[in-house]
Nanobody, 119 residues
Framework: QVQLVESGGGLVQAGGSLRLSCAASERTFSPYRMGWFRQAPGKEREFVAHITWSVGSTVYADSVKGRFTIARDNTANTMYLQMNTLKPEDTAVYYC????????????WGQGTQVTVSS
């Protein structure tokens, strides 16, 4: 497992933007895929977006498509989530996760960062 540390959460008004970062502790970090998930109070954790590390291909949940952008910096072992046009329903704890190999699920998780969008 890899230690992942999220940052960048906070309080923002509806329509605003935030950028989340997820930094991996390993010097040689090359997962198969990394993703962002979120969990709102009283709800189950849900998928937000993922990026396949080697090729940079991305997939988004319908609820964030066109507003959020996932990206990675291979040299810095860091993944990002640019969140624009934020809505109150985006309020949640956001988690980053790494999937080390294709045949396994997400096996490393960050501690989470709170995003609160006020109306």
């Amino acid at each position: 497992q890899v230690q992942l540390v999220e940052s960048g959460g906070g309080l923002v008004q509806a329509g605003g933007s935030l950028r989340l970062s997820c930094a991996a502790s390993e010097r040689t970090f090359s997962p198969y895929r990394m993703g962002w998930f979120r969990q709102a109070p009283g709800k189950e954790r849900e998928f937000v977006a993922h990026i396949t590390w080697s090729v940079g291909s991305t997939v988004y949940a319908d609820s964030v498509k066109g507003r959020f952008t996932i990206a990675r910096d291979n040299t810095a072992n860091t993944m990002y989530l640019q969140m624009n046009t934020l809505k109150p329903e985006d309020t949640a704890v956001y988690y980053c996760a790494a999937r080390s190999v294709v045949l396994r699920g997400y096996d490393s998780w960050g501690q989470g960062t709170q995003v609160t969008v006020s109306s």
